[in-house]
């Protein structure tokens, strides 16, 4: 969610599709949502159960876009104005760094930034998915995991404004190589989404507890905008910059994405990182929601 958010501000749109779930035969899905409920298997439940209650936490996600930009000329247009500035002045006062051409940097930095900011979004808004949601925890018994899909779902329609602006203009500019490699940003994308849920599930749960963590996730992903290839080509790098790149997971996450959208192949070392981090977030975000959600509503 977006820092600041009020919860009862998404009582607009939201309240009545919420209000219309609460009195439906939800009595044996619920259950399981209850602070009372632990488990693995109270887990995976309310994981189904919040993704089959997709026209709440929809509705949650559009109505927290539409908080953010309300009142302002252009609306959710900013999403795509701010982003075209950002790169464009980018590719004038980087691109003299890059041995590649002024177009093909732009690119570069386009897709690079477009799921950094994405996967940073995910990180920040995931330590205050729980806190921010305090009074529906507290007054409802609602999937937890209704939250952190709209969450999710609220950072990725400006990743996908972002997306389809920085495509457009690639094709435009000659920059957009479709051949068959390229295919393999789709399963690129969607290992990342298959990302987002079990990292704000661990990162919401521990944040409700022990709210430095929050600052301290705030501190580290500002380093983390120079230490990963958005800005810089890490094949044009060498020495501790370059190792420091490879040890940074979000590297691995962005070059299986990118490379194939710029015509190249992602190395095998990059889908193998990110596997791994996949299969080490739902496990762990698993076991500590399993043994902290009934804490939770104290939490929060």
């Known amino acids: 969610?977006?820092?600041?958010?009020?919860?009862?501000?998404?009582?607009?749109?939201?309240?009545?599709?919420?209000?219309?779930?609460?009195?439906?035969?939800?009595?044996?899905?619920?259950?399981?949502?209850?602070?009372?409920?632990?488990?693995?298997?109270?887990?995976?439940?309310?994981?189904?159960?919040?993704?089959?209650?997709?026209?709440?936490?929809?509705?949650?996600?559009?109505?927290?876009?539409?908080?953010?930009?309300?009142?302002?000329?252009?609306?959710?247009?900013?999403?795509?104005?701010?982003?075209?500035?950002?790169?464009?002045?980018?590719a004038i006062f980087f691109g003299g760094f890059s041995s590649k051409d002024g177009v093909a940097f732009m690119a570069f930095v386009a897709l690079g930034f477009s799921l950094f900011q994405f996967i940073i979004s995910i990180i920040t808004d995931g330590c205050?998915?729980?806190?921010?949601?305090?009074?529906?925890?507290k007054s409802s018994t609602l999937p937890y995991s209704i939250y952190v899909y709209m969450s999710v779902s609220r950072s990725l329609f400006p990743f996908l404004i972002h997306i389809v602006t920085t495509i457009g203009g690639m094709a435009v500019f000659g920059q957009l190589e479709l051949r068959w490699e390229a295919l393999a940003a789709i399963p690129a994308l969607a290992i990342i989404m298959l990302n987002a849920v079990p990292a704000q599930m661990l990162l919401g749960t521990i944040a409700a507890r022990y709210r430095d963590i929050t600052h301290l996730v705030t501190s580290i992903t500002r380093i983390l905008f120079f230490a990963t290839p958005v800005l810089w080509v890490l094949e044009e790098q060498s020495g501790f910059r370059a190792k420091l790149a490879e040890m940074n997971p979000l590297t691995h996450y962005i070059e299986i994405f990118r490379a194939p959208l710029l015509g190249g192949e992602a190395r095998a070392l990059s889908w193998y990182v990110v596997i791994g981090c996949t299969l080490f977030l739902w496990i762990t975000a698993i076991a500590v929601m399993a043994q902290l959600r009934r804490r939770l509503p104290f939490w929060v």
């Open 1 to 90: 969610m977006a820092a600041g958010s009020n919860p009862t501000e998404r009582r607009g749109a939201a309240a009545s599709v919420a209000d219309n779930m609460r009195e439906s035969p939800l009595s044996d899905t619920t259950v399981y949502s209850a602070s009372n409920a632990v488990g693995v298997n109270a887990v995976l439940i309310d994981l189904v159960k919040g993704w089959r209650m997709d026209e709440v936490w929809r509705a949650f996600a559009w109505d927290e876009i539409q908080n953010r930009y309300r009142r302002s000329i252009f609306g959710v247009a900013w999403i795509f104005l701010s982003f075209i500035i950002f790169v464009g002045g980018i």
């Open 128 to 137: 205050n998915v729980f806190r921010l949601s305090a009074t529906w925890i």
